[in-house]
Structure formats: C-alpha cells, structure tokens
C-alpha cells in the first residue's frame, strides 16, 4: 500500500505546478501516458484540468478522475 495515494494528494501533486509523470484514461479507454507535463488550470465544477507538456508546449485536457498512475504512485478514489 506504499506506493498508492488518494486522489487528493494526487491534486496537491498537480497543484503544486511541479514537473510530474501520469497516466490517464482516454475517452476511448486506451491510456494517455504524459512524461513531463504540468498543470496550467483546474476547473473545480466540471473536473477537467488543462495540462501541458514542457517538450512539445501541447496542451491537453484531462479529467482528475481518470488519472490512475502519477509519480510512480498508484492513484484511488
């Protein structure tokens, strides 16, 4: 159970505007993997997040329920 966190701490994580590492869930079920990305904007209401990736400068929105893995660290509800 070491390497899970609550996807509060996960957010903090996000929020804080460190560099991190995270899979998500796509729409289609295939998995997005983001290497060195950070987060710009998070919308409470609707529960998307605007990230960016540092090597490309794309920017993607996810939602914060479907990240399962951020930092090596197994994310849960």
């Known amino acids: 159970m070491s390497n899970t966190i609550h996807i509060s701490q996960a957010r903090k994580m996000l ?4 560099r991190v590492s995270l899979v998500a869930v796509k729409k289609n079920g295939s998995l997005l993997t983001a290497d060195d990305v950070i987060s ?3 919308d ?3 529960g998307t997040r605007t990230i ?3 090597r490309s400068g794309q920017k993607r929105l996810i939602r914060d329920c479907c990240l ?3 930092n090596d660290f197994e994310v849960f509800l």
Not at 15 to 18: A, L, M, V, Y
């Open 15 to 18: 929020d804080s505007g460190q």
């Open 40 to 42: 710009l904007h998070y």
């Open 68 to 70: 399962i893995w951020i």
């Open 44 to 46: 409470f209401y609707s």
């Open 52 to 54: 960016k990736f540092l």
